[in-house]
């Protein structure tokens, strides 16, 4: 039987209900599995890089025989290089020392996700070198990390989220595991489990939030919206304590009459009461499996994203430990902009990344499947939605402050327990952001 993405909203929702017990229980389990796959070390000590300097520094007064004649002009012209050659060749050495990691990041450089592999994890595997390897047992893959054709000096390990990790959230792992170097983290994860796991978002390579609520256009052909299903009092299945659900409800976009959260990540109820009912999912997922994979559905759904009907927030940042940014920010100022140039690397071309992904669901072997279409499906999909884009500034990546605190306030008024005057810098930043990578 094909399992679904709907289990990854089931994943995420119990983090929450796991993470109490995790932070407010001292006799919480914190045993996780750890790899034994030999990486090659990092060829320098971070606390190094800040004192790099380029060597290529020539003394203008230094004569070559014209007068007024500097060492370039002399390299220029025994060479038949002229000015504009050097300069290019001096961005070209700089483009090659930014690719260059093995300075200032460590080895293997960890990265933990959410769920199993999937194409919307695509940039994370895009920089994943025809090198790689896959641990089974612990559900990690690790290779080369590279950027383009550039092997950048270092080995990139990422690890399998959701039930790999007991349903434990990004940040809590981080807490727990603290060889981890970034994670997925959601903002309104960073806004509900701060005071116990700080983080702080250094890039965003999603710009909308897949989350989803479906319906059956047959059934509600007059529905269009989230608040269309509010206004006729349709029944929504959801699981349990979602963060959407409490804002849409205290928004009154929903009403708390009509929320059914005994949803447990199956098509079965959905199917069988013949889209009677709403439901929540994701659209780089739903639509293609009741479509194509589901055989006793077989036809279109319609859905509005979490994030057009008003929560807009980031899904699957990448965030660090708060208490490890200072010793991770060499390495982060250059790699969240190779980050960037992956995003826009996998939506130009997503076949070899997909591919990984694909030969690691097959080489886990657990009950997640991810087939070929669905890889297909969830990448066109990210880009005919904005799932994968610029924010409104032309910059891929980076974190719209406002959009945050807005998500912040949202999330506040709806009654989750929140720090006091807690804020967009409080969780996030865009000092590493490159500003001149976007679409």
């Not at 080895?107 to 089974?136: C, K, N, R």
């Not at 999912?281 to 739903?286: M, V």
């Not at 402050?401 to 810098?425: H, M, S, Y």
């Amino acid at each position: 039987m094909r399992a679904s993405a709907w289990v990854k909203a089931l994943g995420a929702l119990s983090a929450l209900v796991l993470l109490a017990a995790a932070c407010g229980d001292d006799d919480t389990d914190t045993t996780t599995p750890t790899t034994t796959t030999t990486m090659k070390p990092a060829s320098g000590d971070m606390d190094d890089a800040e004192g790099m300097a380029d060597e290529n520094v020539v003394d203008d007064d230094m004569a070559t025989g014209d007068e007024g004649m500097t060492d370039d002009d002399a390299i220029a012209d025994d060479e038949g290089m002229t000015e504009d050659d050097m300069a290019d060749a001096d961005m070209a050495s700089n483009d090659m020392m930014s690719k260059d990691l093995s300075e200032v990041c460590p080895s293997p450089l960890i990265i933990q996700t959410d769920w199993f592999p999937e194409s919307e994890h695509g940039a994370m595997y895009q920089m994943v070198a025809s090198d790689y390897t896959i641990d089974a047992s612990n559900q990690v893959t690790t290779g080369s990390l590279i950027i383009g054709d550039t092997d950048t000096g270092i080995d990139i390990e990422i690890r399998a989220g959701g039930p790999a990790i007991g349903f434990a959230s990004g940040s809590v792992q981080m807490y727990i595991d603290r060889e981890i170097h970034l994670a997925y983290i959601s903002t309104d994860g960073s806004i509900i489990l701060g005071d116990d796991t700080p983080t702080i978002a250094v890039v965003a390579p999603l710009e909308k939030n897949p989350q989803i609520i479906q319906w059956d256009p047959e059934t509600y052909p007059d529905v269009s919206s989230i608040a269309d299903l509010g206004e006729k009092g349709i029944v929504v299945n959801v699981f349990g304590g979602g963060t959407f659900i409490d804002v849409f409800v205290n928004e009154g976009v929903l009403s708390a009459d009509q929320i059914d959260p005994s949803y447990n990540g199956s098509p079965t109820r959905f199917i069988a009461e013949e889209g009677a009912i709403a439901q929540q999912g994701f659209a780089s997922e739903s639509p293609y499996s009741y479509e194509i994979a589901y055989e006793e559905w077989a036809k279109p759904i319609a859905f509005e994203l979490i994030h057009d009907a008003g929560l807009r927030l980031y899904s699957q940042t990448l965030a660090v430990r708060k208490d490890n940014l200072e010793a991770l920010r060499p390495c982060l100022e250059r790699f969240v902009p190779i980050v960037q140039q992956s995003v826009l690397d996998f939506a130009a071309d997503p076949a070899r990344a997909n591919a990984i992904i694909i030969d690691a669901v097959e080489t886990i072997d657990s009950f997640w499947e991810y087939s070929p279409g669905l890889a297909d499906f969830s990448v066109q999909t990210q880009k005919d939605l904005g799932l994968i884009g610029n924010g409104p500034d032309g910059i891929v990546g980076n974190m719209d402050e406002d959009r945050i605190n807005e998500v912040i306030d949202k999330i506040t008024a709806a009654g989750f327990d929140v720090t006091p005057g807690l804020r967009f810098e409080d969780i996030a930043t865009n000092e590493f952001i490159d500003e001149s990578i976007g679409f």
